[in-house]
């Protein structure tokens, strides 16, 4: 499978902690992506990283991207409780319309 | 603005009955994507458009699934005679640029159980 696998499957912290989400993947992307989904809901964007990129930074969220390791991680600091959600990671592939999505951790964040 | 709308945002449907998903994607997105989430997985890619033309149709997992974009805007998702497997959250999603692998903009969701 091409898909990327984010660890670990559930996350559980107090508010106000970081809270670190890794993805890997298999093959050499275009770009990677990380979408949030609440219960019940459809997903939201969060961050686009591409292939040649390193670090992207956003509000609370910082995600970076290794290539030769072929893996990405979230990381979202002074977590709220708001946060609780499942996060994904999608990677784009050159050449291919689509994107491929991993099975997603699934975060509680307890006030 | 206006998001990526979907309806029904809920279906029942008898196994057999043939049932039909609308989505409505942000105005002059170019590109519209179908995906079908099982409970407790990821999104699992099933079609592409870019306007009206279907370029990857791959992830279609059987012939009772159908999609169209007469217009290239409205898509629907057709799945005639359906089955209990098919029971899964049906997303939209559109992306304005014709290369489709950036940022892609998600509707609700059409929650289907079939009975």
């Known amino acids: 499978s091409q898909q990327g696998e984010e660890d670990p499957q559930a996350l559980s912290i107090q508010e106000g902690e970081n809270a670190t989400m890794n993805c890997s993947y298999k093959?050499?992307?275009?770009?990677l992506q990380w979408y949030r989904q609440n219960s019940g809901r459809g997903l939201v964007h969060l961050i686009l990283?591409?292939?040649?990129?390193r670090e992207k930074h956003s509000g609370r969220l910082r995600v970076t991207l290794d290539t030769s390791k072929k893996s990405s991680s979230l990381l979202i600091t002074a977590s709220r409780a708001a946060d609780t959600a499942s996060y994904f990671c999608?990677?784009?592939?050159?050449?291919?319309?689509?994107?491929?999505f991993g099975s997603g951790t699934k975060l509680n964040v307890k006030p | 603005g206006a998001g990526v709308s979907q309806s029904p945002r809920y279906k029942v449907a008898k196994r057999g009955q043939d049932v039909a998903l609308r989505c409505d994607p942000i105005?002059?997105?170019?590109?519209l994507f179908w995906y079908q989430q099982a409970l407790g997985q990821g999104p699992e890619f099933l079609t592409y458009?870019?306007?009206?033309?279907?370029?990857?149709k791959s992830g279609l997992p059987s012939d009772r699934f159908f999609a169209e974009r007469p217009e290239g805007s409205v898509s629907t998702l057709k799945i005639q005679r359906t089955q209990q497997e098919d029971s899964a959250v049906y997303l939209c999603a559109s992306s304005r640029p014709s290369y489709s692998t950036d940022t892609q903009y998600f509707g609700p969701g059409t929650r289907l159980t079939v009975l």
């Open positions: 458009f870019q306007n009206e033309a279907q370029l990857d």
């Open positions: 990283i591409r292939s040649n990129e």
């Open positions: 093959t050499s992307i275009n770009n």
């Open positions: 105005s002059g997105h170019v590109s």
């Open positions: 999608a990677t784009g592939l050159y050449n291919f319309n689509k994107f491929y």
